[in-house]
């Protein structure tokens, strides 16, 4: 049976398909006054579709996770593109420390180079999500074959291990409408944030801490990434700043749990036989 396109489930439209039907619908209203006048309805919808892709919250061609559902002070961590030697296995023992599960949005690429860093990650109790192939920013977006093919190759790269990630995080964000359609046919869902910091990928970890106490909230999914800063130097600062966050988390009376749970719904699914 053919997948039903999550905008349009029980007859429920996207943002973007009913901003569509009201912008055609007011340039035929105003065209009958003036022809001139048709065109603003039009431009601000191309507008919107413009902006839209970068807003990580917006939902607007498909729907999008961007928050919890608890209603509780819990809130979700989760860290994106890695895995990676040099941060993965220190983080793992932090998170272990303060006993903080969390969503590892991985970049298939990293996974098939780094399997052991994937198997500590589930052994740890944490989830595992697909953060695409390449983590390529921008191309991929436009082109709906090459994002189809990332997705894939990121599931084909966790297969092996026993893993197959349910939740998607498009790389900073970016959704697009091809993007909705793929995830459906591919039996994921999108899962982006509602708290970050804007450290570009931990090139900027200055304040990091502060950033994210001073803005996070109940039901908050927070975004962190787990990939090595500028230089090796600066590693240790970059562990202080997490170390804090998950202190300051408890300090604001909120508890960190997984992500499946802040949801409502399973982020990924083990199969039947572990290939380790």
């Not at 303060?98 to 098939?112: K, L």
């Not at 983590?135 to 436009?142: G, I, V």
């Not at 894939?152 to 349910?166: H, K, M, N, S």
Request: net charge positive; hydrophobic share 45%.
């Amino acid at each position: 049976m053919k997948p039903i396109h999550p905008a349009t489930k029980n007859g429920i439209f996207s943002p973007a398909e009913r901003c569509g039907v009201i912008a055609f619908a007011l340039a035929i209203l105003l065209g009958a006054v003036d022809l001139r006048l048709a065109t603003v309805p039009l431009t601000l919808l191309v507008m919107m579709c413009v902006v839209a892709p970068f807003l990580p919250r917006a939902g607007f061609f498909f729907p999008v996770i961007s928050h919890g559902t608890t209603g509780e002070n819990r809130v979700a961590i989760t860290f994106d593109d890695g895995p990676d030697p040099a941060t993965t296995p220190r983080l793992l023992d932090l998170l272990e420390k303060y006993r903080v599960p969390a969503t590892f949005f991985v970049t298939g690429r990293r996974a098939a180079v780094y399997p052991n860093l994937i198997r500590a990650i589930i052994d740890r109790g944490h989830e595992i999500g697909n953060h695409s192939f390449h983590h390529n920013k921008y191309r991929m977006f436009w082109q709906p074959g090459l994002l189809d093919h990332e997705i894939v190759a990121t599931q084909r790269a966790l297969a092996p291990l026993g893993i197959v990630p349910l939740a998607f995080r498009p790389p900073i964000g970016i959704t697009t409408p091809a993007m909705g359609k793929i995830l459906t046919a591919r039996n994921l869902f999108a899962v982006n944030f509602s708290c970050r910091a804007f450290d570009g990928g931990n090139r900027r970890i200055g304040h990091l801490s502060r950033k994210i106490l001073t803005a996070v909230q109940p039901d908050d999914i927070v975004l962190l990434h787990d990939s090595r800063p500028d230089t090796n130097r600066s590693i240790e600062p970059w562990l202080n700043e997490v170390e804090a966050i998950l202190k300051g988390l408890s300090d604001k009376g909120l508890s960190a749990v997984p992500l499946s749970r802040l949801i409502g719904r399973p982020v990924m699914r083990r199969k039947d036989e572990r290939i380790f």
